[in-house]
């Protein structure tokens, strides 16, 4: 996986969502390499890597197995792992199978439906479903030809209507460098989070959230919060989404200040 880092320190592991790659972090590295070694991956089949053989499997669980595996090639004992959206999933995970890699694990805004015990999975709404019509839409204007519509439909689907529109044109480069894994993540689905899973948590949690974020992401993280027994929770105000890029002084405090609380246990 190709990747950047910056600074000295602890290793910082952040994992990218959905249409990005490791340019999404850079003012996390920006701001954090101060105290950290701050590392940025970007995941089989993302910009740069573009040209990953088709046999490849794109899927969350080879992902998580890839990030796993990235720490423990990278030798530098076991990391501090931040994930945003489908790459909160796919850290979440990752934590789950090698305890022993991840130190603390941070989730922003962590994508996949919900399932409560006793109930059936959740169906998160129509805009934040990871196979809803909007989105098989959005994958299938793209693959047409027609890109920007397709991801301006996919992009205000996570985030909030016109979030596209108010985007920087290096937000929207590393999106259109990665339009060509929406189709393929479409027939991936995310697995639902459940208790069980869980309680398979050893580290310490941080659990960010936008204020403006989606209600999926806030039920998640919520539910998330109450199954975790060693979880915070902290909301980035005035921020959706993509609160780490919004209001990225205010995310990365919450990152340092957890860290630094669990550091001094």
């Known amino acids: 996986m190709p990747y950047v880092e910056a600074g000295d320190g602890e290793l910082l592991l952040f994992v990218h969502g959905s249409l990005c790659d490791y340019r999404y972090w850079q003012p996390q590295l920006a701001g954090l390499s101060k105290r950290y070694r701050c590392v940025a991956v970007s995941l089989t089949h993302y910009w740069p890597a573009t ?50 890699r991840v130190r603390t694990l941070t989730l922003a805004d962590p994508g996949g439906p919900l399932q409560v015990a006793g109930r059936a999975s959740a169906s998160p709404p129509e805009a934040v479903n990871p196979v809803n019509p909007l989105r098989a839409k959005a994958a299938l204007l793209i693959e047409a030809g027609e890109v920007e519509a397709g991801l301006q439909l996919f992009v205000d689907s996570v985030s909030r209507p016109g979030f596209w529109a108010m985007s920087t044109p290096a937000f929207r480069r590393m999106a259109t460098d990665n339009a060509h894994t929406l189709a393929r993540q479409l027939r991936d689905p995310l697995p639902a989070y459940v208790p069980e899973d869980a309680a398979d948590l050893l580290c310490p949690v941080l659990l960010i959230d936008g204020e403006k974020s989606p209600d999926m992401f806030r039920r998640t993280v919520t539910a998330l919060q109450s199954w975790l027994p060693d979880a915070r929770r902290a909301t980035v105000r005035g921020a959706s989404h993509g609160m780490n890029l919004a209001h990225p002084s205010a995310f990365n405090r919450y990152v340092d200040e957890f860290i630094q609380a669990v550091n001094a246990r």
Do not use: M
């Not at 992902?63 to 720490?71: K, L, Q, R, T």
């Open 51 to 100: 040209g990953s053989a088709p046999d490849l499997p794109f899927s969350w669980s080879a992902h998580a197995a890839e990030v796993g595996e990235f720490i423990e090639r990278f030798d530098a004992g076991p990391a501090h792992v931040v994930g945003h959206s489908r790459g909160g999933c796919v850290a979440y995970h990752c934590a789950r199978r090698h305890p022993e």
